[in-house]
């Protein structure tokens, strides 16, 4: 949990980081994402990059990443959306 902007952005850039390999090729292959997963993942990463928006070193403690909604991306990212 961050209690800073500047460490929300930490854990939010790790977020994003985690998620550059499923562009590959072959990770697409492997975990078999489809059009629509990779568009799914479009949408998380954007909802990742705002994010940060109107949070401060106030209210960091407060601020939540956003969870993708594709199961099959979750679980590479041992993300539960349950």
């Known amino acids: 949990m961050a209690n800073t902007?500047?460490?929300?952005?930490?854990?939010?850039d790790a977020a994003l980081q985690a998620t550059d390999c499923l562009y590959l090729a072959d990770v697409q292959k492997k975990l078999e994402l489809n059009d629509g997963s990779i568009?799914?993942?479009?949408?998380?990463?954007?909802?990742?990059?705002?994010?940060?928006?109107?949070?401060t070193d106030d209210n960091a403690s407060d601020a939540v990443l956003p969870k993708p909604i594709d199961p099959q991306i979750a679980a590479f990212l041992k993300i539960d959306i349950s």
């Open 39 to 55: 568009a799914t993942l479009d949408i998380y990463r954007q909802e990742l990059r705002d994010a940060t928006t109107g949070v």
């Open 5 to 12: 902007l500047e460490e929300f952005r930490t854990e939010r």
